[in-house]
């Protein structure tokens, strides 16, 4: 073969394998930028994480102790109807650890060892993985009991130091919940949730009315300090009190005014499937 046939054709296979290295260079860009949210650098896996009350609660998903309210009580009766199960197979994502217990607050003394309190010790070291692993991501989904037992909201817009103790104060509760997640847990990603709208028994006409607590106010006043503490913070919101579910259809979707159906689940499902997965 003549040598500048030869070399012509060296040259051309050189080119034609640095063309197909680059496209497929392309092609794995493209492909790490489409990957589903379920995955990090196209293999890790997304780890969630859930802080909440007997709305985000089922039994056998709750750590041991914790205080369960599905499937026993409401309308819920497979863990695949949950809010959280639906968004954690939506979007491929995997479930870290579901730290809720029904009943629980945001407010009390955060120094004892109680499920019942959301900004205790207990409850913050429960949003870990089996093994120890920190979430990529972690919902804050609480407040609604602390609503039902009139915890006065109080004025702390999240900049304000909370010391460990007995504390009062939705707000400083939930400030010093945030502190805590931030402190175990400084690579998360932390979501703040706002409340739904919480239903009282109203008339035949209106069978729900807005339930207005001991401090006359509803769960909207609490769900507008929970966005003033995560905005002042810098944490995104996704904002469940208008997620869809209202007075208006709530026998549909609540079974009680205040813990969703199936179809309320999904409500809940969808809006936090457009805040997270982007």
């Not at 709208?197 to 607590?213: A, C, H, K, M, R």
Request: charged share 25%; with cysteine.
């Amino acid at each position: 073969m003549p040598f500048c046939l030869a070399a012509m054709l060296l040259s051309s296979c050189a080119f034609l394998q640095e063309a197909g290295d680059n496209r497929e260079a392309e092609e794995e860009n493209e492909r790490e930028d489409s990957a589903v949210p379920g995955e990090l650098s196209g293999t890790d896996p997304v780890r969630l994480s859930i802080l909440g009350d007997s709305i985000s609660t089922f039994e056998g998903w709750i750590p041991e102790g914790n205080s369960v309210f599905y499937p026993h009580n409401g309308a819920v009766e497979d863990v695949s109807q949950t809010w959280w199960k639906i968004v954690l197979e939506e979007a491929e994502i995997t479930l870290c650890a579901n730290g809720s217990s029904s009943g629980s607050t945001c407010f009390g003394d955060s120094r004892v060892q109680d499920p019942m309190i959301g900004s205790s010790d207990h409850r913050i070291s429960q949003l870990a993985g089996p093994e120890g692993e920190e979430p990529d991501i972690i919902l804050v989904y609480m407040g609604s009991n602390d609503v039902v037992q009139s915890a006065p909201v109080g004025d702390n817009d999240g900049l304000q130091a909370v010391e460990e103790g007995r504390v009062e104060q939705f707000s400083d509760a939930y400030t010093l919940i945030l502190d805590k997640l931030g402190q175990e847990y400084p690579s998360s990603q932390i979501y703040c949730c706002t409340l739904l709208p919480l239903g009282d028994w109203g008339t035949e006409e209106q069978p729900f009315v807005p339930f207005v607590n001991g401090q006359n106010l509803t769960s909207e006043e609490y769900s507008d300090r929970i966005r003033e503490i995560a905005s002042n913070r810098g944490i995104p919101v996704i904002d469940l009190y208008h997620c869809g579910i209202t007075f208006e259809n709530m026998p549909e979707m609540t079974s009680d005014g205040i813990h969703p159906t199936p179809e309320g689940m999904n409500k809940i499902a969808d809006t936090v499937l457009e805040r997270i997965v982007k």
